[in-house]
């Protein structure tokens, strides 16, 4: 179909949101005639279904001769889950400080009783979060601020407008910018604390005492285990941008753009606290701040992994093995998506094009790719995947 074509691209009108939030209902994308040399996992492709149907666009999620299962959400190829260097999506953002006010999001104690002082949103600034836990004991969690809203397959408008998800999500990510005093009299008692907590385990990054070190506790008051640890000095050296991520059963650790700690746990312990309506109501799920000194907080951001329901018939209950000419295509609003979870694998002849940018409206326009993703606008019910409809 692709060689039969005398043009090389045009421009298709999206006409329901299960590529929700990368891709809007009603944005016009535009649409390659040519395939890369080589897919890869991610990609975004348009492919027509069996039958008269309109093209669809979908992320490539299983490439021809693999094995594929979705398990709680995340994907196994060939029975494993992805490398943490694996090439994926931006994470989707769930809460930016640009837009939210953090004491609305956050559970934390404000002075003068608590040692918390919170001024913004400041647009593009974002908010600044300053914590004085010169006086919080070491282990206690009097100098953290928790993120009181559960992380699920929600995500944001391009205006900060929240929209829930449905379904539970256990991969989060936080990213902060932090700062400590360049002469602190706490100097050598001052740590900085970041959580993520997921099912029966919690993990956290703790920088101070000359070391940057990872983690695990099966709850909140049990020992830990050190996962991964270096040495590290950042007493007055200024501000300073952390990135802890929690995806596909790894943490990662970015310091300034540097990976500084690095750990695979092999799946999570159980969860042994309490249910309500079959959700799981354990602890916040993240948190950051310090004790034994002064810090200060800002561009505070949560974001989440794709994740992907269990509904459907293929590669859902057993693994799916793809034939050399296959391909599993998902759609990224999981819940609100008709994919091959429901009519199975899409053959390689039937793709026809990729999708490479979005160029209307022109203040929404952007390139398209696996990190190139934009706030949807609605969760769409339609079940019917994105139809995406040629402009005259």
Do not use: C
């Not at 918390?116 to 100098?143: E, I, K, L």
């Amino acid at each position: 179909m692709v060689g039969a074509r005398a043009f090389v691209a045009d421009v298709y009108t999206i006409e329901s949101g299960s590529m929700l939030p990368t891709v809007r209902v009603g944005e016009h994308v535009l649409v390659r005639y040519s395939l890369p040399a080589h897919l890869e996992r991610f990609d975004l492709v348009v492919f027509r279904p069996e039958g008269d149907g309109q093209p669809m666009v979908k992320r490539v999620a299983g490439l021809p001769g693999e094995t594929i299962l979705i398990d709680a959400g995340d994907l196994v190829i060939d029975g494993r889950k992805l490398a943490g260097d694996a090439a994926r999506p931006d994470p989707t953002p769930l809460f930016d400080d640009r837009f939210h006010d953090p004491r609305q999001f956050f559970q934390l104690d404000l002075a003068p009783a608590g040692p918390w002082t919170v001024a913004g949103p400041r647009d593009p600034g974002g908010s600044r979060m300053d914590v004085d836990a010169s006086g919080v004991r070491r282990g206690s969690d009097a100098g953290l601020a928790f993120f009181h809203k559960d992380v699920r397959d929600g995500y944001l408008e391009a205006d900060g407008t929240r929209v829930p998800g449905l379904a539970q999500v256990g991969d989060a990510v936080v990213t902060t910018d932090f700062s400590v005093p360049r002469v602190s009299p706490e100097a050598g008692a001052l740590r900085l604390r970041w959580r993520l907590v997921e099912a029966g385990d919690t993990f956290e990054v703790v920088l101070g005492e000359g070391r940057a070190v990872l983690v695990r506790r099966p709850g909140q008051d049990a020992p830990s285990d050190e996962l991964d640890a270096r040495p590290l000095d950042l007493e007055g050296t200024g501000e300073h941008r952390l990135r802890f991520a929690n995806v596909d059963d790894q943490l990662e650790v970015w310091l300034d753009g540097e990976r500084i700690l690095a750990a695979a746990y092999g799946g999570n312990r159980p969860f042994l606290g309490v249910t309500s309506g079959g959700d799981r109501t354990s602890a916040p799920r993240v948190a950051f701040g310090a004790e034994g000194g002064r810090a200060s907080f800002r561009n505070v951001r949560i974001g989440r992994d794709l994740h992907f329901t269990g509904a459907g018939t293929y590669g859902v209950e057993r693994p799916l093995q793809l034939g050399l000419d296959e391909l599993f295509l998902l759609g990224d609003n999981s819940t609100d998506s008709a994919d091959s979870r429901y009519f199975g694998p899409v053959p390689l002849e039937r793709v026809i094009g990729v999708p490479v940018a979005v160029t209307r409206p022109w203040a929404r326009s952007r390139w398209l790719g696996k990190g190139r993703s934009a706030a949807g606008d609605g969760i769409g019910r339609d079940r019917s995947g994105i139809k995406i409809t040629q402009d005259s």
